[in-house]
């Protein structure tokens, strides 16, 4: 493939922004079509919890999770709710996700093929922060899952293949959590951290970073939203825009939950789902944790951002366009305010900000990353689930390597877009 091409990107959130990255590096001209902000409120980029996990392998479905389906559907408030009213139209996907992990085998297929996607990622966020001129927003001091009982934590499967993968982990008793944590709730007796993992300081102005540093090295923004890709043949000619068409020799799909219309534009029709989570800001909060850390019983991570002590998390299923339900944003404040006692429980609404926003999610907890069925012009990325803030570091070299028709620097089949085809 010819080198100095015209790539369209579309979307600018963590995966658009860091593959214009790693294709200007390339020798590409890069233009970023995204109708908002970089790094903004739109973005699932924006609100994620900033965890830079690279143990984070463990995909969302695992062997027996079907047992927990009535669960879900039943309680509109639990970690994992899923709307009645959407079930119809969630329920291919929902099949998918609970055969991805029907069996311990496809489980480990996921994590193995995730730990070499994620694997030095803070590193590689680190690197690119410093690159962008932001250094300080990347941090690379591990974190902390905080767990009721050591039982939860030796029944787990997840952890039984972290180990398998070669992630190390510091375990922590009940007194060495107090000395570390001593403003965290007693009931957590039992703590488990990982060295390798970093955290980001502030998504937003993270990715916000990446873009402005984009457009100074060569990149064009473009605010226009993207309605389809336009084809001759085998080959790409454009982006249809709401606005126009971009002429372009290739492109670049990182539209995060929306990506599924612009490849059914060229004939791919994805299994991508929005697993929609929240979060919960509290601004100058009295009290808070030392580390970064994964609560496991309220399926939430507590970080400290630049902006206030963040609490994210949770998973619903109920589509793009249904209108949230925020009675979830404060159930991840009472969790917050639960595991940290001396915070008061009168803080004003006024310093309290949530949030809600899409993962982009495929059934078996692995993003598309490869090309388009109809043309080797057009690369997908995106579907990164709950890791994409994490993955988009890695993702972005390997759009660069798609894009420049070079030897990708991990294995690619399991993340092939057409494996549910
Ligand atoms: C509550 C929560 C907590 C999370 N915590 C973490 C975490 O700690 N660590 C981690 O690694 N991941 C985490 N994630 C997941 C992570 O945020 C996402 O996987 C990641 O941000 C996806 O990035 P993206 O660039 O693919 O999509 P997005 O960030 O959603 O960006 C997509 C962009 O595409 C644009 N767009 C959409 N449609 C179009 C169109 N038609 N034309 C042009 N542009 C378009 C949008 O405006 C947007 O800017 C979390 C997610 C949530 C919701």
Known sequence: MPEGRHVAIIGAGAVGVISAIEALREGHRVTLIDPGEPGGEQAASYGNAG?????????????????????????????????????????PWLVKYLLSGWTEARVETTASALRDLLKDAPLLHKKLAEEAGVPELIERNGVMHVFTSRGNFDNDLGWRLRKKLGVEWLELNADEMRQREPDLHPRYTFGVVVEEAGRCRDPGAYVAALAAHAIASGAKHVRAKATGLKLNGDKLVAVLTETGEIAC????????ARSKQLTASVGDSLPLETERGYHVMIEKPEVGPRSSMMVSDAKMVVNWTDKGLRAAGTVEIAGLEAAPNWKRAEILRNHLLGMFPKLPKDIPAS?????????????????????????????????????????SARTGRLVAQLLSGKQAEIPLAPFAPDRFL
């Not at 020799?249 to 995060?256: K, L, T």
């Not at 012009?377 to 993955?391: E, K, N, P, Q, S």
């Open 51 to 91: 965890w830079l996990s690279s143990h984070s392998v463990i995909p969302p479905s695992e062997p027996g999770v079907w047992k927990k389906v009535p669960g879900y559907l039943l309680d509109p408030l639990g970690p994992l709710a899923i709307r009645w009213s959407y079930l119809p139209k969630a329920l």
């Open 249 to 256: 020799d290739a492109a670049v799909v990182a539209a995060g």
């Open 351 to 391: 310093r309290i900000k949530t949030w809600f926003g899409h993962r982009p999610s495929m059934p078996d907890g692995r993003p598309c990353i490869g090309y388009a069925r109809a043309s080797r012009d057009i690369v997908y990325a995106f579907g990164h689930g709950h890791v994409g803030l994490v993955g």
